[in-house]
């Protein structure tokens, strides 16, 4: 193993530390060979893996461009301003924090900028559809704030405007949060604004699941709507693992002063640079072409698993993802996932409304679009994956059916190569 102190003289990772390379292209070779249908996945291009992975990593740069802490940001200046221009385009906003670490964390900053401990938020219940930072209480959100949640019709499994009025007239939130991690359908941002302008809350979109598809024009925007705006960079986005704010410009400095020095310090400079790749990627038309045909994925999906026999809570998708009730096929999803693992087709057990089962077993799975299709499948292919869920689950008790289904699978991913030339064997 080298030790030498000159990065130019280092062995590569392979020499350098085998135990973790070798983990490497297994992961590599797992991604290259499964069907990844986890919907907050992505596969990101070569040029954001680049920049992820330079020496941008060695520097700090506390601050905004131009009011850092540190000398010699010049450099890092440029890529955080090309980054925050680059975002605006993308979504039309008035201002934009390029600097958070990931969505928990852009949610923490944005509430802190806006409320106060023991405030009242309100958000999505998160066994139907919500996320743990919308207001659970094992997460900040939960511990920091008084929350109120709003669910969904248990007649159609939508979020019903009416009970969002009902609840924030009762309880008078400081802040609404309109969002999700399981919800399929198609946020309603104005109504959402109409109930908050109602009761004087701020209203915060967190639109992690769908940014890429509101970037492309294919879901409704909350922009002009919200009072704030955050998201994930890393799901149907397809940048590297991380956040960001955006917003009215009055938001603007209550924002980087929760970010830094509230939250965070130095930014990770390597990711805002693979951010302002993938947000550079996100502007040219291909990835408008790529963002519907993730719906359109998604929507056969959904059309060919109902023929099989499943049931797609609220009867379909207008997204890149869905939830599937398996309650009609006779099979948890705890067991769902599990065999479907077997075979190399990752997704993730998920309860569904009203769910009876624990979220520990659960009625349902979560599944999605954003992956595969940017691996280049489409229509047939999904086709061809209905079919594989419906077999595994079908065969979940016969190992040789199932090892045949795994060879399927991976005979169909490899029509799609992903990172192959990352592999040595
Ligand atoms: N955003 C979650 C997901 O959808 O997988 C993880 O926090």
């Known amino acids: 193993m080298s030790a030498s102190a000159v990065p130019s003289k280092n062995a590569p990772l392979s020499e350098a530390d085998p135990e973790i390379y070798g983990l490497i292209q297994k992961e590599t070779t797992r991604q290259e060979y499964g069907l990844e249908m986890i919907p ?8 954001v893996l680049e920049a992820n992975g330079s020496v941008l990593t060695n520097k700090y740069a506390e601050g905004l461009p131009g009011k850092r802490y540190y000398g010699g940001c010049d450099v890092v200046d440029q890529i955080e301003e090309i980054a925050r221009e680059r975002a605006k385009q993308l979504f039309g906003c008035e201002f934009v924090n ?13 509430y802190e900028s806006v409320i106060q401990m023991g405030d009242t ?5 998160l066994d139907q559809g919500g996320h743990l930072t919308h207001g659970h209480p094992v997460n900040f959100s939960g511990r920091n704030y008084k929350v109120v949640a709003y669910g969904v019709r248990e007649s159609d499994q939508q979020i019903d405007p009416d009970e969002v009025m009902a609840m924030a007239k009762e309880h008078r939130p400081k802040l609404i949060i309109a969002g999700a991690s399981a919800y399929s359908r198609h ?3 104005a109504m959402f604004r109409r109930v908050a302008d109602e009761v004087g809350a701020i209203l915060l979109a967190d639109i992690a699941h769908y940014a890429g598809l509101v970037a492309a024009g294919e879901y409704p925007s909350p922009v002009p709507h919200c009072h704030l705006v955050t998201t994930t960079t890393h799901k149907t986005l397809r940048g590297p693992r991380s956040g960001l704010i955006m917003g009215k410009q009055d938001y603007a400095k209550g924002v980087n002063r929760s970010v830094f020095p509230g939250l965070q310090g130095g930014p990770h400079m390597q990711t805002i640079a693979a951010k302002a790749v993938a947000f550079g990627e996100a502007l040219r038309p291909e990835f408008k072409t790529y963002a519907r045909q993730v719906i359109e994925n998604a929507r056969t999906l959904a059309q060919e698993l109902t023929r099989h026999g499943f049931k797609i809570v609220t009867g379909g998708t207008d997204s890149h993802m869905m939830l599937v009730d398996l309650r009609p096929v006779g099979v948890t999803g705890k067991e769902a996932q ?4 077997e075979v190399g087709l990752t997704l993730n057990k998920n309860t569904i409304p009203f769910d009876p089962q624990p979220p520990t077993v659960c009625s349902g799975v979560r599944l999605g679009t954003p992956a595969i299709t940017t691996r280049g499948m489409g229509k047939s292919e999904m086709v061809t994956i209905a079919g594989f869920i419906r077999d595994a689950i079908q065969n979940r008790a ?3 059916k199932l090892r045949s289904i795994a060879d399927d699978i991976r005979s169909l991913s490899s029509k799609f190569p992903l990172y192959r030339h990352r592999l040595v064997s």
């Open 40 to 47: 907050s996945e992505n596969f990101v291009s070569e040029a």
């Open 98 to 110: 390029v600097q958070p670490h990931s969505g928990a964390q852009a949610n923490q900053e944005a």
């Open 121 to 125: 938020i309100m958000g999505l219940r």
């Open 187 to 189: 946020f309603d941002f």
């Open 338 to 341: 599990h065999t479907l693992d």
């Open 398 to 400: 016969d190992p040789a």
